[in-house]
């Protein structure tokens, strides 16, 4: 072969080498084109934003070339050894989420990393948002009776609330109040002192945060009409009624005007031979009575208990009706079923006893005790005879103990209505108003039982609201409560009746929820009418309607004892 010719074919074997270099080359560029990560190697998301919400934190991040799927981790500490997995996306393939059941009030951390079938990428930056806890904000303050009634708006993820209240203006200072159920948005702060200004504050709390505290409010407990107190003396309860002094028409022809001039509470029933009975034992136990010598003036038998030489109940009373309360030689006892009766057979000495020892019982001391006795004699200029007589009873109107009402202060607790018009007719178009304070209230007529629709003439109005000479005397032997009734029953059917009802299961009492203020037993009063009198109120079982009227008036000597005689207990603060 001649030279030129080998040259040549040695140029086209370079010219082929190179062709297949290139091509080989281009090929490798294409491959390394479509796949420029290292096969080994899954990127981390980046670029996480959290957004917080209401309990919950939304999570966005940019998507990772490879992965297939996205573990999210959080945690409300910056510490992804402390973190929980999401577990209930409902798409872990996109790249954002919503992380709810969080708590407020707290920073929640969030981590995220990417999948695929064969890799796993390191951990997010993590990235992190708070959730707001909203303190609660009160709407309501209600002022009443040693106590504040508040509400506020509920705060979403709360789980309680704690309510702290004092008279000063630092909420670090506040008495935490312990609420029965700190789960709902209302609470009654109890215990408080009247006509003293409190400031309140509520935070919402939940098991892991607690929200800033409320606005303060404030709050100044005062009584107001219709507020109860429960008082109770060896295990014996009563409850109490305010009512507000006012300017009211008095007489049963609605002619007169009077004006009880301060507030007071009034039992809402009679005393009861319960209550009585508790009182007489307490006494007998302070040493108050002699039972051995007869001729003493607190002496104590089976048939009378004496005090201060006048007897103040007959045990042993001469009626057809007798007394259900006994003397047994070391205990008062009370015959079955009649505990809840009105106590009678109580003279007007009694009655001031009562209230008296009732007070000293409950207080332990005397310190409010509002009746006293100076001995002044007999009126023949002896210094003192040891007897208690009419005249010799001293007021201190000062006290806050347990005491009778005054004849105005029944009056008014009767017919009160309050300040909005009557619905029901004939009381709609006849009750009577009076002007308190630019404020117009009404009033039952005076020619009506407390509580009565109706006058007097009307018997099923009265019926309704009282036990009297129609609904219980003459009944007779038919009656199984024949006498006195349990107080606060009037209205309730006894015809056939097995079982006795309960005390104040009548619908029917007054405006102010008082019992039994006409009919069952006469009421004491403490005010007179000239002298040795004493005027009684409200009518009994055994007389008929007319003597139900609120405006009528009766007269008792304070020695007398009387089968339907008793007392209702009044107190001012």
């Not at 009211?248 to 509470?265: E, I, K, L, R």
């Not at 009373?317 to 057979?345: C, L, Q, R, Y």
Request: net charge negative; charged share 20%.
């Amino acid at each position: 072969m001649t030279r030129p010719a080998q040259m040549s074919i040695c140029i086209i074997t370079c010219i082929l080498i190179l062709s297949s270099f290139l091509a080989c080359s281009n090929m490798m560029d294409e491959k390394s084109d479509a796949n420029p990560i290292d096969p080994g190697e899954l990127a981390a998301p980046a670029s996480i934003t959290v957004e917080p919400g209401d309990c919950s934190v939304s999570a966005t991040w940019n998507p990772v070339e490879g992965a297939e799927t996205y573990e999210v981790w959080y945690s409300y500490t910056n510490d992804l050894s402390t973190a929980d997995e999401f577990l209930t996306d409902p798409d872990p393939t996109d790249s954002s989420c919503t992380i709810d059941g969080l708590y407020n009030g707290l920073t929640y951390y969030v981590w995220v990393r990417a999948l695929n079938s064969a890799l796993t990428s390191d951990y997010s930056v993590p990235a992190s948002a708070e959730l707001v806890f909203a303190a609660p904000a009160i709407s309501s303050v209600e002022e009443h009776d040693r106590s504040i009634n508040i509400t506020w708006g509920p705060v979403s993820g709360a789980e309680s609330y704690e309510v702290r209240y004092g008279t000063g203006t630092d909420v670090a200072d506040a008495t935490l109040f312990n609420d029965d159920d700190n789960t709902d948005t209302s609470c009654i702060i109890t215990g408080l002192t009247n006509s003293t200004e409190y400031n309140i504050w509520v935070r919402a709390t939940n098991t892991a945060a607690q929200s800033q505290y409320s606005e303060d409010e404030q709050g100044t407990p005062n009584p107001i009409v219709g507020d109860r107190r429960t008082y109770a003396a060896d295990g014996v309860s009563f409850d109490m009624v305010f009512v507000p002094g006012l300017t009211f028409p008095t007489g049963t022809n609605d002619s007169g005007t009077a004006t009880v001039d301060h507030d007071y509470w009034m039992a809402d029933t009679e005393a009861t031979n319960e209550l009585a009975v508790a009182v007489l034992q307490w006494a007998y136990e302070q040493g108050r009575f002699d039972t051995v010598n007869t001729s003493a003036p607190n002496y104590l038998s089976a048939d009378e208990v004496n005090y201060r030489g006048q007897m103040i109940i007959d045990l042993n009373v001469a009626t057809t009706i007798p007394n259900p309360n006994h003397w047994t030689g070391s205990e008062f006892t009370i015959d079955s079923g009649k505990e809840n009766h009105p106590v009678n057979f109580i003279s007007w000495y009694g009655t001031i006893m009562l209230c008296t020892w009732l007070i000293e019982m409950i207080d332990g001391n005397t310190d409010q005790v509002v009746y006293t006795w100076t001995d002044n004699g007999d009126g023949s200029g002896t210094a003192s005879d040891g007897i208690w007589q009419d005249g010799e009873t001293d007021i201190d109107n000062t006290k806050k103990g347990f005491r009778l009402p005054d004849r105005y202060e029944w009056e008014l607790a009767a017919r009160y209505l309050g300040t909005e018009e009557p619905t029901i007719e004939p009381l709609k178009t006849e009750a009577i108003t009076s002007i308190n304070n630019e404020i117009t209230y009404y009033w039952t007529p005076g020619s009506n039982a407390s509580g009565a629709t109706d006058n007097y003439y009307n018997h099923e109005a009265s019926n309704l609201v009282s036990w009297n000479k129609l609904n219980s005397y003459d009944i007779g032997s038919s009656d199984p409560d024949f006498g006195t009734h349990i107080v606060g029953t009037a209205g309730i059917s006894l015809n056939g009746t097995t079982e006795q009802p309960a005390p104040k299961s009548s619908l029917n009492a007054n405006t102010l929820g008082l019992f039994d203020m006409s009919g069952n037993i006469l009421e004491a009063s403490i005010t007179q009418s000239g002298t040795g009198n004493y005027i009684a109120l409200g009518g009994n079982w055994f007389i008929t309607t007319d003597y139900l009227r609120i405006g009528s008036i009766n007269m008792r000597t304070a020695a007398v004892i009387a089968p339907g005689f008793g007392i209702r207990i009044v107190l001012t603060d």
